[in-house]
């Protein structure tokens, strides 16, 4: 294996894995508050807030993962 097919695989490997996780989380995070929601519907501003800044947070995780990603590719 030369270097080029290795900073290939490697960049797949790191955008793969680095947006599985934040793709669970996210997941995970508007299934509780959709739930949250449904037990208590007076709180669903408060809830729908929180589950959006829980959102940006765990997508930020993702597009960190694709800036090493392109690091690595291009670097």
Same mark, same amino acid.
């Given at each position: %294996?030369?270097?080029? $097919?290795?900073?290939?695989? %490697?960049?797949?490997?790191?955008?793969?894995?680095?947006?599985? =996780?934040?793709?669970?989380?996210? =997941?995970?995070? $508007?299934?509780?508050?959709?739930?949250?929601?449904?037990?208590?519907?007076?709180?669903?501003? $408060?809830?729908?807030?929180?589950?959006?800044?829980?959102?940006?947070?765990?997508?930020? /995780?993702?597009?960190?993962?694709?800036?090493?990603?392109?690091? /690595?590719?291009?670097?």
């Amino acid at each position: %294996m030369n270097e080029a $097919s290795i900073k290939l695989i %490697m960049t797949g490997l790191t955008i793969a894995l680095g947006g599985a =996780g934040p793709a669970i989380a996210i =997941g995970l995070l $508007s299934a509780k508050a959709m739930e949250a929601i449904g037990r208590n519907p007076e709180a669903a501003d $408060s809830i729908r807030t929180t589950m959006v800044l829980g959102l940006a947070f765990a997508e930020a /995780i993702a597009i960190y993962a694709l800036v090493a990603g392109l690091i /690595i590719r291009f670097v």
